[in-house]
């Protein structure tokens, strides 16, 4: 399939017209930073302004449609702006981010990059779908036959049970024994790399894998999650300063874990301390490193963690609480 016609495709797959406008993204290929914004409802000037902007940066589209009053002048690049989270009405679809675990500013090799497609491909046989090539890694992209609209009474409890499925598929499918991780990508205003458009990073052009059924099986799954009750972990006790030594246990996970090595000494490849904070952390809990205590001296230590940076106890207080609730 040709470029242009993977674009077309891209933009009819995410069947926002009945729903809102589609929001695209220029990031600039070497800082991502925007560069441009524009929103779409008409798919010729759509496949136009990926093929202009595509040639300097990485085009990126909205997964669900933005509500109209966001356009201002449509079907043009012509602001920064980009949508939030409050300003969708509807959800279409959902979409899971695989990417191997490699160290920062460096894009996956042609092993890890295969490794990935095939780990969505795995995936997909239980849960639909299509397999994606993102270039460095891939997505499952889980498209709905009914829309779920969004509202102001369902709008928390919606993008909690969004956030429930996906650690419940992290937890089945285990990505972190390929060495491989599925990216936080619940948000209601999420983008994806259009297909069909050069990954500057990568070096790869994106690309259509295969085609699944759409049925309303994973929308379904989403509904049905049920949600646990909120507990805070008043009594959770944190270190008084940067610990001066790590955990032993942790020390001992370090020698046996691959993927916790990994994160310990590398960044994950994006400038996000928390994000970084939250995957060491998970991974700690899974390996079965689950005290509050030692888990809180191992976020205070992390070297790319966010307490190193701003010496906030209450962060990793929070941290250590979500990553209690979420297991």
Known sequence: MKQVEMIRSFYRRLNHQEYGVTELVALDKDTGKIVATGFYDYEEYFVTACLEYGEHCNIYAGRNPRKTSLSGVMNVMSSRRRAKDRDIKFLTSISLDIDPIRKRGTRATKQQHEAAVAFALDVQWDQGGDVDDSGNGAYLWLPFLTPIEVNSENFDRLKEQCKVWQERITRKYRPELNGLRIDACYDFA??????????????????????????????????????????????????????????????????????????????????????????????????????????????????????????????????VEKLLLSR
């Open 190 to 319: 999420r983008i994806k790399r259009v297909i069909g458009t050069f990954n500057h990073k990568a070096q790869r052009y994106s690309c259509y894998v295969r085609k699944g059924e759409i049925s309303d099986k994973i929308r379904n799954a989403i509904l049905a999650a049920e949600i646990a009750e909120k507990v805070r972990f008043d009594k959770i006790t944190i270190p008084p300063l940067i610990p001066a030594k790590i955990p032993l246990k942790f020390e001992e996970l370090l020698k046996r874990n691959a993927v916790v090595r990994d994160l310990w000494e590398h960044s994950d490849g994006e400038d996000d301390r928390s994000r970084h904070d939250w995957m060491l952390g998970a991974a700690c809990f899974e390996a079965g490193l689950t005290d509050a205590y030692q888990l809180a001296s191992i976020l205070m230590a992390n070297p790319y963690g966010k307490y190193r940076r701003d010496g906030r106890r209450d962060y990793v207080r929070r941290t």
